[in-house]
């Protein structure tokens, strides 16, 4: 056998052009090299017996033995199907086959004694298992590692008896003769430092492990490796940006200083204070800015952000702030606009509605300077809206944006980029920011302004419904409002509208006294826009609303707030729903309303609302519950090419791989050094993720 590695699989023993085919297109195996990056994603324990009685809900794969005691044939055709009885000195289990089933009872002898693996699943109040692997104790079981892997593979590969068995086979063929050509793209010196095993050993201990240390010691190594290839990345794009783009220095602090004198309406938290002298220093660095400023709702971003404003504008440049929706817009226009006008600068709307002849006006206040602030949707960041010199570009809530969206903000000036400020009241979990934001500065408010009572939470079911009533009745009397949120789920939106619709009326029918504002993104803005104003106001003492009202909207005497069919919304999302509460000083409540029929993670989602306000925690439990695969940015950031390390469990040597990282480029920045030439080819041949390495080098 040819001992290149980059041979295509069909030339490998035992494979040949057909399987060879079907190995390229089921699992994009091209190569012997690829095959030995096929990973097995669990080893099976065949050292391990269990007893029958020993079988219950938790049981994954098990290995049992015991003697078949009974055996039939029953039903016909598609319905046909075989079930065995499995008897040990503890009890007895069916066995059930639907497919297979002459060829498998052919096989299967009453009175012998077999070895069975498989999963038991509960039927009724027994268990079974179906389509079990079996064979008789007296043949040579111990076949095969005693640690098994399995790998991931397709129907079509198993009907062509490419198994995990096969696969096995396949790897152990290619580990004897091409162990001395697997080559190690990791230096020698991080291999030390770290206590890596090679990758030859990590791969010989993943294909044909003689023990649970091996696995271990190899997932170890292949997490470590796949988490520091796309730290390289980020870390390396971070220093390139920091030299390329040079920014403008923002240095005079003139109307900072007056605001801080005259208008500050509050103290700042220290956070605020803290996250505030960060943004400084870059600006005052001469080199653009690219910051994440995360803080929980109502931490109080919008006060950083005004002050960066300030700092921007007395050094003589325009500003923009961009929010997701209209209705966020409008009200950071309204809450910035007062402060503006004690100060001096001169401040404007641009949102999706704004008239022609509005849009005109503003197109030459933008180009002669004489506008400081512009505030608006993603209306700003079309192309015709031109600035004089946009020195400061901030984006509130930045989930909703993408990436894409943002880089054209970077591109408002001809001769220079914009500071740019990302606002998010969505935590990123520190493993998460690291992997996404490695080339983003993050600074984190993570403290609230004093006085706030943290939100009571409670689920109550919809049968408690006039017992929450009472609730909201009793807020209202004492003056507070009261917002009713209902879910709008894509694809269902005319259920959901019904659903709010329905809501509305209910209330109407509960409270005929209280005037009630209702809400929802399929209104004309400006019908939505008074609706809010009114609630504003203080007109309306209920809002109904879908989730329009997620992010940012400010009124501090809502403090009392109904999710309604809460089990179907994300953790992230009801906690920025629960945000819109507890904004004043008064004591606020959050009530998750949900039927009796939740499912496990549902349940979980709940449990932690009611448990937690810590924005943190939250976050956390979502990222485990679903995975990073949905937290918007993963995509293009090369996470998606993780095979084995997954960012929600391997924090720690997420940590490790960073700060090795971060190590070898301070020693050998253009991976220069001839130690570092397989890591460099490596990373060259990458032609995944968006940060090519020749672009940078
Ligand atoms: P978010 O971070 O969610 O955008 P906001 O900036 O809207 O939060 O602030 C929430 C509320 O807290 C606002 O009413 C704001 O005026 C108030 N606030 C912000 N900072 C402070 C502070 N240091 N002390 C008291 N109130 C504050
Ligand atoms: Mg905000």
New binding site residues.
Partial sequence: MNSDLQNPIEFLKGVGPQKGALLNKEIAVFTFSDLLHHYPFRHEDRTKFYTISEINQFNTFIQLKGSIVSKKVIGEGRKKRLTCMLQDNTGKIELVWFKGVDWVAKKIAIGKIYVVFGRPTLFGSTYNIAHPEIEPVNTKTAEGPALMPVYSLTEKLKNKFLDSKAITKLNLALLKNCYQYINDPLPVSVIKNYGLISKREALKYLHAPRSLVEIEKAKYRIKFEEFFYIQLKLIRSKKIRLVKNSGVALTNTSLLTTFYNEHL?????GA?KRVTKEIYKDFKSGFQMNRLLQ???????????FISILIAVSSGYQTALMAPTEILATQHFH?LDAFAQRIGIKIALLTGSTKKSERKKLAQELESGSLNLLVGTHALIEDTVVFKALGLAIV??QHKFGVAQRAKLWKKNKNFYPHILV?T?TPIPRTLAMSLYGDLEIST?DE?????KPIITMHKYDSHRLRVNGLIKQQVEEGRQIYIVYPLIEGSEKLDLKDLHDGYESMRRAFPEYHISIVHGKMKPADKEFEMQRFVKGETQIMVATTVIEV?V?V?NASFMVIENAERFGLAQLHQLR?RVG??ADQSYCVLMSSFKLSKDGKIRLETMVRSTDGFEIADVDLKLRGPGDVSGTQQSGLAGLKMADITQDGAILEQARAAAKELLEKDPHLADPEHNKLLNYLLQQKTGQLKWEQIS
């Fill in positions: 309406p509050f103290d700042l938290t605020q803080g929980d709702v109502g931490s109080g971003k919008t006060i950083v952000a809450g509130d809530e606002m009241a408010i609230l302004p004093k006085g706030r940012g400010n501090p945000g904004r004043g």
